[in-house]
C-alpha cells in the first residue's frame, strides 16, 4: 500500500467520520451496523499502517460488508472472569487467607474513589462518555499518529479493552480461543469492535467502566483496581488519593514495565505526571490540584495477598485451612471432579465465612505450645466441636503448618494421608457405656471389679493369665471393688468396662462408636472393625488409632443428646453475584436416644470432679476441670498402654474439646502418664474460653428408667469373736464348811 494510497483513503474516511460525530449515538440497528463497518475500516487502515501487509485492508472489507452481526457472547453479559476466594473467621472480618490463580477481586463503582474512575477514563478513553462503543476519532487519530511515524496507537476504547480483557481471560475458552483475543488481525479487531459496539447498546456507561477496571492488569500480579490498591499501597479502592490514583490509571498502558514495584518506578511517575495533565485537561481536577498530586513523594505500601492455606494471616490457622480446602474438594456444588472444585476455590470469587473461633483458636495454640514447644517431636493436637452443628472451632497443634524445615502440611488434628490418628486410652469406655445403657442396662449396673479379670479372648505372653487376656486396673487401691457405671467410669476402671463390654458384646460397642463418628483409618483397626469386631476385648480400652476431631465430634454427639452433626469448616459460603451456595450448613441426625445421652453424660460428670444428678460420683481422674471451667462440664481422660499417649475429652452443652498427647512419628515414644495433668488443663481452658460470655447452661438427668436400684449392697460385716463360757469358782473345802456353819 502507498503512501499516497493511505492519505487519500485516510481524508476520505476522515470526511466520514466528521460527518458520523455530528450524528446522534446509533441506536437502530441499522445505523449500529453503518458505524461499525466505519469503525472497522478505520481500525483496518490502521492496523495496516501499523503492522500489517496492505492486501489485509480489502480482505477486511469484504469481511465488514458480509459478515453477520453476531450475537453478543454470553461471557460478556455475564464474564466469566477468575477471582480470589475469601475465607474469614466465624466473625466474618478476621481474614484467614484468600485462594486464587489470579489476584482479582470484583468491587461495586460504588467502592471505588471518584478520583479512579476519573484517572482511568482520563488516561485511556477520554471520550469514553460520549462514544458508541467505537470511538471513530480516536481511531482516526491513531491512524495520523501511525503515519506521520508518532507512537503506534490502536484507537481502542475503554469498551473495546474491556472486551478483549473478557475474551483472553474467559476460563470456559479454550488456550487458542483465548490467544485469538489479543492477536493483531484485521478480523480479530472487527469482531471486537461489533461486540464493544453492542455492549454499548445494552450496558450503562457506568457498569462497563465498573467491569473495566474490575479485569484492567495493574502490574505485580494485580488484576482489577481492587486487588492493585491491595497490592500497591494496602488499601481498599474507595480510599485513593488523587496521586495514587493516577499512578494506578497510568499502569495499564504497560503494567509489568511501569510497576513501581517490579518495574521501573520512575517511569511510574512519568505516567502518573502525563495522568494527572489529561485530568486537568478534561476539566475533573484543576492545575493546582494537578500540581500538589505531582509533587507527592511516592509511598507505597506493598501488600502481597496471601495465597493458600501456608500463607494464612491469622496464626496458626493453616490445619483448619488444609481441612477444609479437602473438605471443599468433596463438594459436588463446586464442580464434577476434584480438579473443577479446586478450580472454583481459585477462581471463583467466593466468600466463605469459616467457622473457626478466632478467640478459641487462639487459646487451643497456646495451651498446645504450653505442653509442648514447636520443635519438639511429641504434639498436642487439640479439636473443638460445636454440638448440634458439628461447626469446628478450633483446630490446633504445636506445629507450624508449611513445607519449610521444621514445618509439616500432615493433617495432625483430622486425620488422613499418613496420619491415621493415635490412641485414646479410656475416653473409649464412653461407647461401652452408651451401648450398655442402649441394651437395657441402667447406670445402677454394678460390678465387683477385680484387680485383674480373666476373659474368653486368647492371649500370650504380658497381660494374659493362663492363656487368656487378662486386663488389670491401673490403680487396684482406687479401682477395685464394687461399681456402677458413675463411679466405674469416674476412676476409670479397666475390668468394669471390659466386663461391661463383654456382657453388652464388643461388635456393639464398635458399631456405636462408628456410629458416633470414629473412623477407622488404620487398616488393622478397619479390618478388626469389619470382620472380628465382636472378639474386639480390648476396643473399651482405646486401642483403636482416632484422631482429636473424631474424638471431640464423637462427644459432642453425646453433649448434643444423641444428635450426631457431620463436622464442618464452614457456616456461608457466598457466590460474587450474591448469592448462597447450599453447602456447609448442619448435616445432623439422631443416632442415641436422647435419655441414653443424658445417662452417658450423668456418668460424664465424675471423672471431671462434679457431682451426677443422683449423687453417685466418688472419685474422678481429673478433678481439676471443675474448679478450671467454673460451670457445668463433663468429660473423661484416657491413657494407652504404657502411657504411650495422654488424652482427655471435655464437654459443656455449647462446646466439645479433645486433647491427645503424643508422637505423630513415633508410637514407641511413651509421652509418659505425668502430662496427663497438662493436657487435662490445656483442654479445659480451651473449653473455658469456648463458654466466655455464653450462658451457663446445666445437663438435663436421665429419666429413672435408666438409673436403676442405686443400693449398692451392705458389705459384709465381721462376725464377732466366739467368746468361752465362763468356768464355775472353785472354793475351797474348808471356806466352804465355814459359810455353810454360817448360814446354819
Not at 480483557?165 to 476460563?171: A, H, I, Q, Y
Not at 464388643?506 to 488404620?522: H, N, S
Request: charged share 20%; hydrophobic share 40%.
Amino acid at each position: 500500500m502507498s503512501w499516497l494510497t493511505i492519505a487519500v483513503r485516510g481524508g476520505l474516511l476522515l470526511v466520514g467520520v466528521a460527518i458520523l460525530e455530528r450524528m446522534p449515538r446509533p441506536r437502530t440497528p441499522l445505523s449500529r451496523l453503518f458505524t461499525v463497518l466505519l469503525a472497522g475500516l478505520l481500525a483496518g487502515l490502521v492496523l495496516a499502517v501499523a503492522a500489517l501487509p496492505g492486501n489485509l485492508l480489502a480482505g477486511f472489507a469484504t469481511k465488514a460488508a458480509l459478515g453477520a452481526y453476531d450475537d453478543l457472547p454470553a461471557a460478556l453479559r455475564t464474564p466469566a472472569t477468575p477471582q480470589r476466594s475469601y475465607l474469614y473467621a466465624n466473625d466474618g472480618k478476621t481474614l484467614l487467607t484468600t485462594f486464587y490463580d489470579v489476584n482479582r477481586s470484583d468491587v461495586p463503582l460504588a467502592e471505588i474513589a471518584p478520583v479512579m474512575r476519573q484517572a482511568i477514563v482520563a488516561a485511556e478513553d477520554r471520550r469514553f462518555y460520549s462514544h458508541g462503543g467505537a470511538d471513530l476519532r480516536g481511531i482516526a487519530r491513531a491512524l495520523v499518529a501511525n503515519v506521520t511515524g508518532g507512537d503506534t496507537q490502536g484507537g481502542s476504547t475503554l469498551t473495546m479493552q474491556y472486551v478483549r480483557n473478557v475474551l483472553k481471560s474467559d476460563p470456559n475458552r479454550t488456550a487458542e480461543e483465548r490467544q485469538a483475543a489479543t492477536e493483531q488481525t484485521v478480523g480479530r479487531k472487527l469482531q471486537e469492535i461489533r461486540y464493544a459496539t453492542e455492549l454499548e447498546n445494552q450496558l450503562g456507561k457506568d457498569e462497563i467502566l465498573n467491569r473495566y477496571l474490575n479485569i484492567a492488569y495493574f502490574g505485580s500480579g494485580a488484576y482489577g483496581v481492587a486487588a492493585a490498591s491491595q497490592r500497591y499501597f494496602g488499601k481498599p479502592p474507595a480510599d485513593l488519593t488523587l496521586g495514587e490514583a493516577a499512578l494506578l490509571a497510568g499502569l495499564v498502558q504497560s503494567p509489568d514495565e511501569y510497576s513501581p514495584i517490579d518495574g521501573d518506578a520512575e517511569a511510574a511517575l512519568v505516567r502518573r505526571g502525563y495522568v494527572l495533565d489529561a485530568m486537568r485537561d478534561t476539566g475533573v481536577i484543576t492545575q493546582e490540584q494537578a500540581d500538589r498530586a505531582r509533587a507527592e513523594k511516592l509511598t507505597l505500601r506493598p501488600t502481597a495477598q496471601p495465597n493458600g492455606c501456608v500463607a494464612t494471616r491469622t496464626a496458626d490457622t493453616g490445619f483448619f485451612c488444609d481441612y477444609l480446602r479437602r473438605w471443599w474438594l468433596e463438594q459436588p456444588a463446586f464442580g464434577e471432579t476434584p480438579q473443577e472444585r479446586e478450580q472454583a476455590l481459585r477462581r471463583g470469587g467466593y466468600t466463605v465465612v469459616t467457622s473457626l473461633d478466632p478467640d478459641v483458636q487462639a487459646t487451643a495454640v497456646k495451651e498446645a505450645r504450653r505442653v509442648y514447644a514447636d520443635d519438639e517431636a511429641r504434639a498436642l493436637p487439640i479439636a473443638a466441636v460445636e454440638p448440634g452443628t458439628g461447626r469446628i472451632l478450633a483446630m490446633a497443634v504445636n506445629r507450624q503448618y508449611g513445607v519449610a524445615d521444621g514445618q509439616t502440611v500432615n493433617p495432625l488434628i483430622s486425620g488422613g494421608g499418613s496420619i491415621e490418628g493415635y490412641q485414646a486410652g479410656s475416653t473409649f469406655k464412653l461407647f461401652t457405656m452408651l451401648a450398655a445403657l442402649e441394651s437395657g442396662r441402667t447406670l445402677s449396673t454394678g460390678f465387683d471389679a477385680p484387680s485383674r479379670l480373666p476373659t474368653r479372648y486368647a492371649a500370650e505372653g504380658e497381660g494374659s493369665c493362663d492363656g487368656r487376656w487378662c486386663p488389670a486396673n491401673a490403680n487396684p487401691e482406687r479401682m477395685d471393688g464394687y461399681r456402677m457405671m458413675w463411679d466405674a467410669f469416674g476412676r476409670s476402671v479397666n475390668t468394669y468396662f471390659v466386663w461391661l463390654a463383654e456382657q453388652v458384646g464388643q461388635d456393639k460397642v464398635v458399631e456405636m462408636a462408628q456410629r458416633l463418628g470414629i473412623t477407622f483409618r488404620a487398616e488393622s483397626d478397619a479390618s478388626f472393625a469389619a470382620n472380628d469386631a465382636a472378639d474386639w476385648g480390648a476396643f473399651t480400652l482405646g486401642v483403636a488409632a482416632t484422631t482429636p476431631l473424631d474424638l471431640a465430634n464423637a462427644y459432642a454427639t453425646v453433649a448434643a443428646e444423641g444428635t450426631y452433626c457431620t463436622p464442618t469448616p464452614v457456616e456461608s459460603v457466598t457466590a460474587p453475584d450474591g448469592t448462597r451456595v447450599a453447602v456447609g450448613g448442619p448435616d445432623c441426625e439422631r443416632v442415641l436416644s436422647q435419655d441414653v445421652a443424658r445417662a452417658a453424660t450423668d456418668a460424664a460428670r465424675c471423672p471431671v470432679g462434679q457431682q451426677s444428678a443422683f449423687g453417685q460420683c466418688n472419685g474422678g481422674t481429673a478433678s481439676g476441670v471443675d474448679r478450671i471451667v467454673g460451670r457445668p462440664v463433663a468429660g473423661k481422660t484416657g491413657s494407652s498402654e504404657k502411657n504411650a499417649t495422654e488424652t482427655f475429652v471435655g464437654f459443656t452443652p455449647q462446646v466439645a474439646v479433645a486433647g491427645i498427647a503424643a508422637n505423630p512419628d513415633d508410637p514407641s515414644d511413651a509421652v509418659g502418664g505425668p502430662v496427663q495433668s497438662q493436657v487435662i488443663a490445656a483442654v479445659a481452658r480451651t473449653i473455658r474460653t469456648a463458654v466466655d460470655g455464653e450462658p451457663v447452661r446445666d445437663f438435663t438427668a436421665p429419666s429413672r428408667a435408666l438409673v436403676g436400684d442405686m443400693r449398692r449392697p451392705e458389705p459384709p460385716r465381721p462376725s464377732p469373736a466366739p467368746t468361752e463360757p465362763s468356768p464355775e469358782p472353785s472354793i475351797p473345802p474348808d471356806l466352804l464348811r465355814w459359810l455353810q456353819n454360817r448360814r446354819g
